[in-house]
T-cell receptor, first 116, second 112 residues
Framework: GAVVSQHPSWVICKSGTSVKIECRSLDFQATTMFWYRQFPKQSLMLMATSNEGSKATYEQGVEKDKFLINHASLTLSTLTVTSAHPEDSSFYIC????????????FGPGTRLTVT | GEDVEQSLFLSVREGDSSVINCTYTDSSSTYLYWYKQEPGAGLQLLTYIFSNMDMKQDQRLTVLLNKKDKHLSLRIADTQTGDSAIYFCAEMVRGGYNKLIFGAGTRLAVHP
């Protein structure tokens, strides 16, 4: 149980285009989803937290107009990187938690984004 | 502020025990976690401990928490080559959404 999937697992896009990454909870209802970014050989940095049906809460320094997060259902959250640039290339990982259980987050396998 | 620190690298012989250490700064941490990440993959939750506990054991894994010193350790007994990975320590800090703060990760290399 508690499986989280991400799609795509990797994507290459041209500078200036937008890319959408999906995060799905497969066997539970995720009222809260988290989006992280991981640079090579570094730790995970929380970008934003989203609750189903609400606007996302972004961490300091994360541009909300560049990283659009939508959490429209209890099993799906999307992260859209708008007008991507090479410096946005990174590994993006989502995690999901059930209502009242944010102490137990389940992580997706990650999406590697390369912007050329 | 919120900060989690770990040593970056640990090398052990197969069959020995591995001990990975972590220190954190936020005294209001509620839960502390150990995650495992294999190359190119997401994070696998190994175990977690509530802040009012001082030890938790789960098969080959033993977590020790010294709340006074804000020190957390993960002991892996009988380390195998399949245990080679990066291990992240994380603390959950109180807040609107109980966010996780991760350490930089400890790369564990297991050699024959």
């Amino acid at each position: 149980g508690a499986v989280v999937s991400q799609h795509p697992s990797w994507v290459i896009c041209k500078s200036g285009t937008s890319v959408k990454i999906e995060c799905r909870s497969l066997d539970f209802q995720a009222t809260t989803m988290f989006w992280y970014r991981q640079f090579p050989k570094q730790s995970l940095m929380l970008m934003a937290t989203s609750n189903e049906g609400s606007k996302a809460t972004y961490e300091q320094g994360v541009e909300k107009d560049k990283f659009l997060i939508n959490h429209a259902s209890l099993t799906l959250s999307t992260l859209t990187v708008t007008s991507a640039h090479p410096e946005d290339s990174s590994f993006y990982i989502c995690s999901a938690a059930e209502r009242g259980a944010t102490y137990e987050q389940y992580f997706g396998p990650g999406t590697r984004l390369t912007v050329t | 502020g919120e900060d989690v620190e770990q040593s970056l690298f640990l090398s052990v012989r197969e069959g020995d025990s591995s001990v990975i250490n972590c220190t954190y700064t936020d005294s209001s941490s509620t839960y502390l976690y150990w995650y495992k990440q294999e190359p190119g993959a997401g994070l696998q939750l190994l175990t977690y401990i509530f802040s009012n506990m001082d030890m938790k054991q789960d098969q080959r894994l033993t977590v020790l928490l010294n709340k006074k010193d804000k020190h957390l350790s993960l002991r892996i007994a009988d380390t195998q080559t399949g245990d080679s990975a990066i291990y992240f320590c994380a603390e959950m800090v109180r807040g609107g959404y109980n966010k996780l703060i991760f350490g930089a990760g400890t790369r564990l290399a297991v050699h024959p």
